[in-house]
């Protein structure tokens, strides 16, 4: 479990695909007993890997075709700079929101506008993850906590305060580029419990009220 506060970048050292699977070595920070042990995770540009060599600073981890097709980690090349996060604590502050690195989607940055002390970026996401999204609710990409500004009919806007534009590296993305998307857990788990689907939602609603009998 995450929160989405980015506490570094790293650099792609390497990335192996052979058989639908594949393997990525990042550079990191970290060092040796820095809340890494093998078997431990991290997460890179939003998605939870489990360590299976980390040495000198150097994160190693297997992807597998799970990840290499539904995340942006199947186009990483050498030389890329990717967002990294450790695993919760109990003693951790949550300063963003509860993120599990399982990544829902990957969404496309649309459009950049440049603000005055910022950057709004739009993404287009798939139709069936937008409802999960809410004004004002929180949604991670690329490993990010950040709050949706607006909901647009493809998908939603974000803005980027310079802090994180300092120490991300979603804003040096130019428009076109593939994002990591992982919305709300609570979202899901509710929509779970109501029935399943936005019609399973509707039907118990209207089951508890008496509009439909058995």
Known sequence: MFTGIVEATGTVKDIEKKGGSGRITVETPFRD???IPIGGSLSVDGVCLTATKIKDGLFRADLSGETLSKTTLGSLKRGDRVNLERPLTLGTPLGGHLVTGHVDCTGRIEKKERLKDGLLIYISIPEEHKRYLVEKGSVAV?????????L???GFTVVLVP?????????????????????????????RFLGGTRKG??????????FIKD
């Open 33 to 35: 007993g820095d809340s």
């Open 163 to 191: 802090h994180t534009l300092r120490v991300t590296t979603i804003g040096n993305k130019p428009v076109g580029s593939p994002v990591n998307i992982e919305t709300d857990i609570i979202a899901k788990y509710v929509e």
């Open 142 to 150: 690329d490993g990010i906590s950040l709050t949706v500004c607006g």
């Open 152 to 154: 647009t009919a493809v």
């Open 201 to 210: 939602i509707t039907e118990a609603f209207l089951r508890e009220q008496g």
